[in-house]
């Protein structure tokens, strides 16, 4: 059974960045696409961006400016950084699979931005 | 970017009753690329539906999918007590994909 599996940094300050991991169990990592998504807290979904295992990657254009992921195959597991964070980031973090459907999500990390 | 309307915002039903959630995207979506989530608090989104129609692994078949081009619906027909929670559409025909801001099904 396929389980996804995130950590990262909880609380971060104004401006520092954002770095979160997602390691993929039991499954095809090449078989997929891989999502980051967020949702601040008592808010909805937004969509963040995508990274194939080849490391082609889709981003929001809301937060491309910001946003780096890659991937690391030897481990089967995906990043997301986010640069310059604000308030305004401060959300519970969703690793996912998919792309046009995401059939199976991390267990979320609430990260913090503040000073 | 496509914007994806949800209603109502809040539908208060009793279980046993039939539950009927829209979402109206702001310009065409295949159906192919529009999916339906249900999240319970404090737990992650989890897949209901995607090609519009299609029920995900696990799904009960209390839980239905319908609609083309703008409008799309979400139906549970009797609901049980694990069904009140928020409910999500998303599209991914054109990027960004955008989710709905939600539906939330609590107990009358």
């Known amino acids: 059974q396929v389980q996804l599996q995130q950590w990262g940094a909880g609380l971060l300050k104004p401006s520092e960045t954002l770095s979160l991991t997602c390691a993929v169990y039991?499954?095809?990592?090449?078989?997929?696409?891989w999502s980051w998504i967020r949702q601040p807290p008592g808010k909805g979904l937004e969509w963040i961006g995508e990274?194939?295992?080849?490391?082609?990657?889709n981003y929001n254009p809301s937060l491309k400016s910001r946003v780096t992921m890659s991937v690391d195959t030897s481990k089967n597991q995906f990043s997301l950084r986010l640069s310059s964070v604000t308030a305004a980031d401060t959300a519970v973090y969703y690793c996912?699979?998919?792309?046009?459907?995401?059939?199976?999500w991390g267990q979320g990390t609430l990260v913090t931005v503040s000073s | 970017e496509i914007v994806l309307t949800q209603s109502p915002g809040t539908l208060s039903l009793s279980p046993g009753e039939r539950a009927t959630l829209s979402c109206r995207a702001s310009?065409?979506?295949?159906?192919?690329?529009l999916a339906w989530y249900q999240q319970r608090p404090g737990q992650a989104p989890r897949l209901l539906i995607y090609g519009a129609s299609s029920r995900a692994t696990g799904v009960p078949d209390r839980f239905s999918g319908s609609g083309s081009g703008t409008d799309f619906t979400l139906t549970i027909s009797r609901l049980e007590p694990e069904d009140f929670a928020v409910y999500y559409c998303?599209?991914?025909?054109?990027?960004?994909?955008?989710f709905g801001q939600g539906t939330k099904v609590e107990i009358k």
């Open positions: 998303q599209q991914s025909g054109i990027s960004p994909r955008t």
């Open positions: 996912a699979r998919g792309s046009s459907s995401l059939s199976l």
């Open positions: 039991g499954g095809s990592f090449s078989a997929s696409y």
């Open positions: 990274i194939t295992h080849s490391g082609i990657t």
């Open positions: 310009q065409t979506v295949s159906s192919s690329f």
